[in-house]
Nanobody, 127 residues
Framework: QVQLVESGGGLVQAGGSLRLSCAAS????????MGWFRQVLGKEREFVAA????????RYADSVKGRFTISRDNAKNTVYLQMNSLQFEDTAVYYC????????????????????WGQGTQVTVSS
């Protein structure tokens, strides 16, 4: 059974930083692209960042480009999201997810492409 567990969320002032982690189990982690999404209550889930299974390709939403960095450690079965220069608009529940298909070199930004999701971690940015 695939399990994804996010951690690292919290309350931070605008301009601050947080690092989210997502620990994966129950899958061959190194074969799957991974993504981060976020959701505000009452709104649709929004793509944030994704990384290919070997880590060589990343993609970002325009709203976070230059501020957020996605990375992964396949030896630790963990994907990270380093968030710098946080803004009030970044406040949301952040979810990690794994691609439905293995061995894809270009990660998707479409949430329907992702098959397994974590429970989410709350990020709150105070203005």
């Amino acid at each position: 059974q695939v399990q994804l567990v996010e951690s690292g969320g919290g309350l931070v002032q605008a301009g601050g930083s947080l690092r989210l982690s997502c620990a994966a189990s129950g899958l061959m982690f190194s074969r799957y692209s991974m993504g981060w999404f976020r959701q505000v209550l009452g709104k649709e889930r929004e793509f944030v960042a994704a990384i290919s299974y070997r880590g060589g390709t990343t993609r970002y939403a325009d709203s976070v480009k230059g501020r957020f960095t996605i990375s992964r450690d396949n030896a630790k079965n963990t994907v990270y999201l380093q968030m710098n220069s946080l803004q009030f608009e970044d406040t949301a529940v952040y979810y990690c997810a794994r691609d439905r298909y293995s061995d894809t070199d270009y990660p998707s930004s479409d949430p329907t492409r992702f098959a397994s999701w974590g429970q989410g971690t709350q990020v709150t940015v105070s203005s």
